[in-house]
C-alpha cells in the first residue's frame, strides 16, 4: 500500500469533517452541499483521480452535517413531546437514573415543529418506581431543551462534551402521563457478565474496577475514583484502549504461535492463523466492552499493528498511522472533537518516531529499558497536550506511570482476564480475581500517596501555554536524534523554571473585577480587587445534586468574604461544596435565614473598604424583621471611584423603593432582582437608577420565562445595555475609575459582542 492512498484518505476524512462543522456551526445547513458540488466540478476536470477523495470527504461531511439536522429545535424547548425509546446506557447517581435514549418515534403537538430527526438524547428519571435496564422499549413524555451547556472561564465545556458524544437533546422524563414499558431487554453478554460480578463475593471497589478494566463499563467508577485518577494522569488506564486491547491480543498470539510451534515445528513461523486468531480476540474484546468509541479506536489500531508486526504485504508504520485515523474517522466521525483520539494517536506517533531505526529491545533488561525510556520520553509530551485540552496536569503522572502502566498491564489486567476464563469452574475463578483485589489495593494506595504528595494543578492561565510549549521542546530535544546536548539540557532547565517566572500583574489599587457566572437559573457573582476576594451567592443545587460551584476552579481556593443574598436554593445551592472545597475566612447573610454555617449578620448602614473600593450594605434593616425570605436579601452597593455595582438579590418592588434614597446617582452596573422577575425592577426603581449596564442572571429557557418582558422593555426605554448569562455565557467586567464600563461575553454571539 503506497502512503499517497492512506494519508490522502485520512486528510480528506479530517476535511470534510471540519467543512460540516463549520457549515453547521454557521447555521447554512445549505451551505454544504454548495461547496461540495463546486469542488466535485472543479476536480472532476483538475483531477477526475482525487474524485475518489472527495466522495470519501463527502460522506463524512454528510455524516457530521446528520449531527446538526438531528438537534432538538429550538421551537420545542421546553415542551412535552412523547416518544417510543430503547435504553442504549444507564446510570445510577445520587438517586436518579441517567439514561441515554435511541429515539425510534416522536411526536410533538401539531402547533410545534416536528421531531422526526431527533435520535439521541439524554434525559434524568428522578421518580423511583421505574427500574430502567439498558435494551427496554418504552413510552414516555420527555421535557427537552437543545444540548446547551453552561459558558464559564477555564471549566469543563458541557455542550461540546454533548455534541462529540452525538447527543441530540437533553431533558428529563414526564411522571405524567408515567412511562410505560413496551418490551424487556433481551439478554446482553455484557449485561449478564455485569450481574455475575455484583453476586460476587468481592469488594465494592473491585467490582467496579472489573468491570471497568475487562468490560469497557467505565460508568461504573463513582465520581472519587475519577478525581484519583484524573489527579494522577492514570485514566488512560481504565478506559477500554489500545493497552487493554493490546494486551488481549498480544496474549492470544503467543498462546497461538506456541501453539503453531507444537502443531507444526519446522513451518510454525509461516502459519498466518495465529495472527487472525489474535486479531478476532481484539475484536471480540472490543464487542464485548460495548465497542464505545475508545474500545472502537483501539481495536482498529490493534488490527493494523497487528498487520505491520506480521510483515505479510504490510504497511509501513507511518501507512498504518494514517490508515488507522482515516479509518476511525469514517466509523465515527465525530471521534474528530473527542480529546482522546489526539492523545492516543499524538502517543503513538511520537513512540513510531523515537524508535524508528532502531532495533526491537531482547531479554527482560532490554524490554524494562524499552519501557523506561518509552515512558519517560512520552510523559512530557502527553503532559503538553493535557493541559492544551483540559488545562490541567498532574504533577505525578510520569513517576506515576513508570509504575502502573506495567502494574496494570502486567499483573491486574491479566488477573482479570484469567478470572473471567477460570469463572465457570466454582471457586477456582476467585483466586484470580482475589490476586487482581490484592493488586487494585496497592495501585490504589500508590495513587492516594500521589495525590497527596503532588495533587491536580492548574497553572495560572498566563502560565498554560509557556509551560506546555516546554514541555513539547523537552520532548522534542530528548527524543529526536542529533540534537545537540547543551539544547537538551536547556530545554530540561527551561521547564524547571517556569514555575519561578514573574507571576500575572496583580490587579491595581481601585479596580474591581467582577465575573457573573454562568450556572443557569441562580446566581453566583464574584468579585475581586488587589488583595480581596468575595463571591455574592453561591450558585444553585440541581436535583441531581450537582451544584455548577463544583466546576468553576480547583480545590483550596481562598475567599475572605462570602455573601449569601438568602437561604433558596438558587442562591444557596453551593455552600455545601464551598465548605468541602475551599476556605472561606467570613461569611455573611440575613438574619432569620437556615444555613448550615454559621454567618454574620448583614444589616443595613455597614459599611467597610479594600484596595481603595467602597462596600456598602443597603438592606435588610437591623434587628428581627417579618420580612419574606426574598424581601429579606442582602443588598449590595459597591464603589470603585465614579462607577457603581448594586446586586439586589431578590427584593421585590416595595424594598427596591426604600433603596433608592441610599443610592447616589446613576447605577453602572445592575445585577436586575430576581433574575428579572416581574415582581422586582419596578418603573420607579428603573427610571430613577438608570444604570448603564444590566445583567439578568438566568437560565436558558427557564420554566419562570426570566426575564420578563415588561421588565427588559423598562430597561430599554433608559437605554440601558442588557446582558442575559443564558445567552451570552459568563460576563466578565472591571471597573476603572475614569474608564468606560467594557463588558466580555464568553459566549460568542452570532451577530458579534454587543457594544453599548
Given at each position: 500500500m503506497?502512503?499517497?492512498?492512506?494519508?490522502?484518505?485520512?486528510?480528506?476524512?479530517?476535511?470534510?469533517?471540519?467543512?460540516?462543522?463549520?457549515?453547521?456551526?454557521?447555521?447554512?445547513?445549505?451551505?454544504?452541499?454548495?461547496?461540495?458540488?463546486?469542488?466535485?466540478?472543479?476536480?472532476?476536470?483538475?483531477?477526475?483521480?482525487?474524485?475518489?477523495?472527495?466522495?470519501?470527504?463527502?460522506?463524512?461531511?454528510?455524516?457530521?452535517?446528520?449531527?446538526?439536522?438531528?438537534r432538538l429545535p429550538v421551537g420545542l424547548s421546553g415542551q412535552d413531546i412523547a416518544v417510543h425509546a430503547k435504553v442504549t446506557a444507564v446510570q445510577q447517581q445520587s438517586g436518579v437514573q441517567r439514561l441515554r435514549l435511541s429515539i425510534e418515534r416522536c411526536t410533538a403537538p401539531a402547533h410545534l415543529p416536528r421531531c422526526d430527526q431527533l435520535n439521541s438524547v439524554r434525559v434524568s428519571a428522578y421518580d423511583h418506581e421505574h427500574e430502567y435496564v439498558v435494551g427496554e422499549r418504552?413510552?414516555?413524555?420527555?421535557?427537552?431543551?437543545?444540548?446547551?451547556?453552561?459558558?464559564?472561564?477555564?471549566?469543563?465545556?458541557?455542550?461540546?462534551?454533548?455534541?462529540r458524544e452525538g447527543i441530540h437533546a437533553t431533558g428529563y422524563i414526564r411522571p405524567d402521563p408515567a412511562p410505560q414499558r413496551l418490551t424487556h431487554a433481551s439478554p446482553r453478554l455484557r449485561q449478564l457478565a455485569s450481574d455475575f460480578l455484583a453476586q460476587l463475593p468481592l469488594e465494592a471497589r473491585t467490582q467496579r474496577w472489573l468491570a471497568a478494566l475487562t468490560l469497557g463499563d467505565s460508568e461504573k467508577l463513582n465520581q472519587d475514583d475519577w478525581a484519583l485518577l484524573n489527579a494522577t494522569g492514570t485514566t488512560h488506564l481504565v478506559v477500554i484502549s489500545g493497552l487493554h486491547v493490546?494486551?488481549?491480543?498480544?496474549?492470544?498470539?503467543?498462546?497461538?504461535?506456541?501453539?503453531?510451534?507444537?502443531?507444526?515445528?519446522?513451518?510454525?513461523?509461516?502459519?498466518?492463523?495465529?495472527?487472525?486468531?489474535?486479531?478476532?480476540?481484539?475484536?471480540?474484546?472490543?464487542?464485548?466492552?460495548?465497542?464505545?468509541?475508545?474500545?472502537?479506536?483501539?481495536?482498529?489500531?490493534?488490527?493494523?499493528?497487528?498487520?505491520?508486526l506480521s510483515g505479510r504485504h504490510a504497511p509501513g508504520p507511518w501507512q498504518a498511522w494514517w490508515l488507522a485515523l482515516a479509518l476511525v474517522l469514517i466509523v465515527d466521525p465525530l471521534a474528530?472533537?473527542?480529546?482522546?483520539?489526539?492523545?492516543?494517536?499524538?502517543?503513538?506517533?511520537?513512540?513510531?518516531?523515537?524508535?524508528?531505526?532502531?532495533?526491537?529491545?531482547?531479554?527482560v533488561k532490554g524490554w524494562c529499558w524499552a519501557l523506561l525510556r518509552s515512558q519517560l520520553l512520552l510523559a512530557p509530551l502527553m503532559a503538553a497536550a493535557v493541559l492544551f485540552a483540559f488545562g490541567r496536569v498532574a504533577p505525578t503522572a510520569p513517576l506515576i506511570n513508570l509504575v502502573a502502566v506495567p502494574w496494570v498491564s502486567s499483573v491486574m489486567v491479566p488477573t482479570a482476564l484469567l478470572g473471567w476464563l477460570l469463572s465457570p469452574l466454582p471457586f477456582v475463578g476467585l483466586v484470580p480475581w482475589w490476586v487482581f483485589e490484592q493488586a487494585l489495593a496497592v495501585f490504589h494506595q500508590l495513587l492516594v500517596v500521589a495525590v497527596e504528595a503532588a495533587p491536580l494543578w492548574q497553572p495560572p492561565a498566563h502560565l498554560a501555554y509557556p509551560l506546555a510549549g516546554s514541555l513539547v521542546l523537552l520532548s522534542l530535544c530528548w527524543g529526536l536524534p542529533a540534537v545537540p546536548r547543551w539544547l537538551r539540557v536547556g530545554a530540561a532547565v527551561l521547564l524547571v523554571t517556569i514555575p519561578w517566572w514573574p507571576r500575572e500583574q496583580a490587579i491595581p489599587p481601585g479596580q474591581l473585577h467582577v465575573t457573573v457566572y454562568d450556572v443557569g437559573q441562580g446566581q453566583l457573582i464574584e468579585l475581586r480587587s488587589a488583595n480581596f476576594r468575595l463571591l455574592y451567592d453561591t450558585g444553585p443545587r440541581f436535583r441531581s445534586g450537582f451544584m455548577p460551584l463544583?466546576?468553576?476552579?480547583?480545590?483550596?481556593?481562598?475567599?475572605?468574604?462570602?455573601?449569601?443574598?438568602?437561604?433558596?436554593?438558587?442562591?444557596?445551592?453551593?455552600?455545601?461544596?464551598?465548605?468541602?472545597?475551599?476556605?472561606?475566612?467570613?461569611?455573611?447573610?440575613?438574619?432569620?435565614?437556615?444555613?448550615?454555617?454559621?454567618?454574620?449578620?448583614?444589616e443595613q448602614g455597614q459599611r467597610w473598604q479594600r484596595d481603595g473600593i467602597t462596600y456598602r450594605i443597603l438592606w435588610p434593616p437591623s434587628g428581627e424583621n417579618t420580612l419574606s425570605s426574598n424581601d429579606r436579601s442582602c443588598v449590595l452597593a459597591v464603589y470603585a471611584g465614579e462607577h457603581s455595582l448594586l446586586i439586589t438579590g431578590?427584593?421585590?418592588?416595595?424594598?427596591?423603593?426604600?433603596?433608592?434614597?441610599?443610592?447616589?446617582?446613576?447605577?453602572?452596573?445592575?445585577?436586575?432582582?430576581?433574575?428579572?422577575?416581574?415582581?422586582?425592577?419596578?418603573?420607579?426603581?428603573?427610571?430613577?437608577?438608570?444604570?448603564?449596564?444590566?445583567?439578568?442572571?438566568?437560565?436558558?429557557?427557564?420554566?419562570?420565562?426570566?426575564?420578563?418582558?415588561?421588565?427588559?422593555?423598562?430597561?430599554?426605554?433608559?437605554?440601558?445595555?442588557?446582558?442575559?448569562?443564558?445567552?451570552?455565557?459568563?460576563?466578565?467586567?472591571?471597573?476603572?475609575?475614569?474608564q468606560p464600563v467594557t463588558f466580555q461575553p464568553l459566549r460568542a454571539l452570532a451577530g458579534g459582542h454587543k457594544r453599548c
Open positions: 503506497g502512503q499517497g492512498i492512506a494519508m490522502p484518505a485520512a486528510l480528506a476524512a479530517l476535511g470534510g469533517s471540519l467543512l460540516a462543522w463549520w457549515a453547521g456551526g454557521q447555521g447554512g445547513t445549505w451551505l454544504l452541499p454548495l461547496v461540495l458540488m463546486m469542488a466535485g466540478l472543479s476536480v472532476g476536470v483538475w483531477r477526475p483521480r482525487a474524485l475518489v477523495w472527495l466522495l470519501l470527504g463527502g460522506s463524512v461531511a454528510f455524516s457530521i452535517q446528520q449531527e446538526w439536522v438531528r418504552w413510552q414516555m413524555t420527555l421535557r427537552l431543551r437543545p444540548p446547551y451547556g453552561f459558558i464559564n472561564p477555564n471549566t469543563f465545556d458541557y455542550e461540546q462534551w454533548l455534541w493490546g494486551l488481549v491480543a498480544s496474549f492470544v498470539l503467543l498462546l497461538g504461535r506456541y501453539a503453531a510451534r507444537v502443531v507444526s515445528p519446522t513451518n510454525w513461523r509461516l502459519r498466518t492463523w495465529p495472527w487472525w486468531l489474535a486479531g478476532a480476540a481484539a475484536v471480540g474484546y472490543a464487542v464485548l466492552a460495548g465497542l464505545a468509541p475508545p474500545a472502537m479506536r483501539a481495536m482498529i489500531m490493534t488490527l493494523l499493528g497487528l498487520w505491520v474528530l472533537w473527542r480529546p482522546g483520539l489526539w492523545l492516543s494517536f499524538m502517543a503513538v506517533g511520537w513512540l513510531i518516531i523515537i524508535w524508528q531505526g532502531r532495533s526491537r529491545p531482547r531479554g463544583q466546576s468553576l476552579w480547583p480545590p483550596g481556593q481562598d475567599f475572605d468574604q462570602v455573601m449569601v443574598s438568602h437561604a433558596d436554593t438558587d442562591h444557596a445551592g453551593g455552600v455545601d461544596a464551598l465548605l468541602a472545597d475551599h476556605q472561606v475566612a467570613q461569611w455573611w447573610a440575613p438574619a432569620g435565614e437556615s444555613l448550615s454555617i454559621p454567618s454574620q449578620r448583614c431578590d427584593v421585590g418592588n416595595q424594598v427596591e423603593r426604600q433603596l433608592l434614597p441610599q443610592l447616589n446617582g446613576n447605577v453602572s452596573v445592575l445585577v436586575a432582582g430576581h433574575h428579572g422577575s416581574g415582581t422586582s425592577s419596578g418603573v420607579q426603581f428603573v427610571r430613577e437608577t438608570q444604570p448603564h449596564h444590566v445583567v439578568f442572571s438566568a437560565g436558558r429557557d427557564n420554566a419562570f420565562r426570566h426575564p420578563a418582558d415588561d421588565v427588559v422593555r423598562r430597561f430599554r426605554q433608559q437605554h440601558s445595555c442588557l446582558w442575559n448569562t443564558a445567552q451570552d455565557g459568563a460576563l466578565k467586567f472591571t471597573l476603572i475609575p475614569q
